[in-house]
């Protein structure tokens, strides 16, 4: 399984480097700038939800493969566990670019079953798992906010360091004297 996961981790990060890959996260990030671009965004966004709805069949029939059954109710519930991975992935691991943040993604989902586990291993009423992970997504997205402000206040010092020493030393030197015009 870690195999499999492994290898379809570094196929994405592979295809968010080619040239369609990269059509797609801009068509995905910025619409208006990615068609000023030259990218046919209408095409590129139905090409980005057939491979997403093409990624989830197969995830469900092998899913249904694995159980060695399907029903209804089978998927209810992977819509959360997929948002407090990325979540939990994004607020606890650095990432800046697309294999660091595929990376974390990876990691979040392990953090977020661990956590599950844990909570079962605990004592805790399965019934009351779904308020359970939803405490662990609301906590992770609080840790998320907490790491950006304090990101952005760092970032902010550092501005107003460098301008007060640019004002500083633009106070220290001497004026200089314009030339006379001839």
């Not at 209810?76 to 997929?82: L, N």
């Not at 609080?142 to 107003?160: D, H, S």
């Not at 020493?165 to 004297?177: H, K, N, Y």
Request: proline fraction near 3%.
């Amino acid at each position: 399984l870690v195999l499999i996961v492994g290898f379809h981790g570094i196929l994405i990060a592979w295809f968010a480097g080619t040239d369609l890959g990269l059509a797609l996260r801009a068509t995905g990030s910025n619409p208006r700038m990615a068609k000023a671009s030259a990218i046919d965004t209408g095409l590129a966004t139905t090409f980005g939800l057939a491979l997403a709805n093409g990624c989830a069949g197969l995830s469900g029939s092998l899913f249904a493969q694995y159980q060695g059954f399907a029903n209804v109710q089978m998927g209810i519930g992977m819509m959360v566990t997929g948002l407090a991975s990325v979540i939990l992935g994004e607020a606890f691991f650095f990432q800046r670019t697309i294999r660091q943040r595929i990376a974390a993604a990876l990691l979040g989902a392990l953090v977020f079953r661990l956590l599950v586990a844990g909570a079962l291993q605990a004592g805790l009423d399965p019934n009351a798992l779904k308020l359970a992970t939803a405490g662990f997504v609301l906590a992770a997205g609080v840790a998320a906010g907490a790491v950006t402000l304090g990101n952005w206040q760092a970032g902010r010092a550092e501005e107003k360091a460098a301008l007060a020493s640019r004002s500083a030393t633009a106070a220290e030197s001497p004026p200089v004297a314009a030339p006379l015009l001839a």
